[in-house]
């Protein structure tokens, strides 16, 4: 990428736009190099004046809390864009819908709906995400997704031009959605149903305990690694990789976790290349054992 071609004319967003800047600290893996451009708006009109100046570049990444991405330990030729918490409100607009910026993260999304009063959004304390990456990706848990309680979109595209997308014009399938790559998430619009605080307290902690005794928490990993093969088992993935895959297989620093073996862990100071072989690996002894073809869940930035 020519950053030359790019520096001037983004020297309007000096303290927001960075050069050749470390994105090893802002994913969970702790993994991965440089990015050519480092931009965090600090507003719509910045986010759009940026987009324009910059419409001749395809390669854009939007970073979200960085939980389930994988970047290369080389240069990322393009743009990563991670919005700044301005794009983090929530806001009630009426007993039971709440409008959420997409930078804003689903645990806060679950905390505000519980003080408000508003039940479905329990299952969002357990996902380690935004909103933006949470819409991308169709995340769900314990029965519910994303699609579940969304009503609607709000958009930017490469040219600038915002959208508001209906959820019924959104088609939704297991952990994708049919979003052009394209779109840059600002907010969206979430309804719930009205319940007492005390029994949508009493399903969150359900739900974290759940989570707390079947998955590691506080280290470096991407969070699940691999979709449910739901098409072709009743097996969950954690299970196929477990009987097909020996436990302590290790690449560099990157191994699988004694709690949950659908989760690859960063145990130090893992590269690229480390958690690829292992996701490979995996990958490949899952299908000559079972047939079965994994898909990521995780999304490799390259």
Wanted: aromatic share 10%; glycine share 6%; hydrophobic share 40%.
């Amino acid at each position: 990428m020519n950053i030359k071609k790019f520096q001037n004319k983004l020297k309007k967003f000096n303290g927001r736009v960075y050069f050749d800047y470390s994105i090893k600290k802002l994913n969970w893996f702790n993994i991965g190099g440089n990015t050519s451009i480092f931009f965090k708006p600090d507003t719509l009109q910045d986010l759009i004046s940026f987009l324009k100046i910059c419409k001749d570049n395809e390669n854009f990444f939007v970073l979200g809390a960085g939980s389930n991405v994988l970047f290369k330990d080389d240069v990322f030729e393009g743009i990563v864009i991670k919005l700044s918490k301005n794009f983090s409100r929530i806001s009630l607009l009426n007993e039971n819908t709440i409008v959420a910026g997409s930078g804003a993260l689903d645990k806060s999304l679950s905390e505000f709906a519980l003080e408000n009063s508003v039940s479905g959004f329990e299952f969002l304390s357990c996902i380690p995400g935004s909103i933006g990456g949470g819409i991308r990706m169709n995340s769900g848990c314990f029965g519910s997704e994303f699609k579940d309680i969304l009503i609607s979109v709000q958009a930017v595209n490469l040219l600038g031009e915002i959208l508001t997308i209906p959820a019924k014009d959104i088609n939704f399938n297991y952990r994708s959605c049919d979003l052009p790559k394209d779109l840059i998430f600002l907010s969206a619009t979430f309804e719930g149903n009205k319940k007492k605080k005390e029994e949508i307290k009493e399903t969150i902690n359900i739900f974290k305990t759940k989570k707390e005794k079947a998955q590691p928490t506080k280290i470096k990993t991407g969070g699940s690694t691999f979709k449910n093969p739901i098409k072709q088992t009743d097996k969950k993935v954690w299970q196929i990789i477990k009987e097909s895959v020996p436990n302590n297989i290790q690449f560099g620093d990157a191994v699988i976790s004694d709690k949950h073996a659908n989760f690859f862990i960063n145990k130090n100071n893992a590269s690229y290349k480390d958690m690829k072989k292992l996701i490979d690996f995996v990958k490949k002894n899952v299908k000559n054992k079972t047939g079965i073809n994994l898909d990521l869940e995780i999304i490799l930035v390259e």
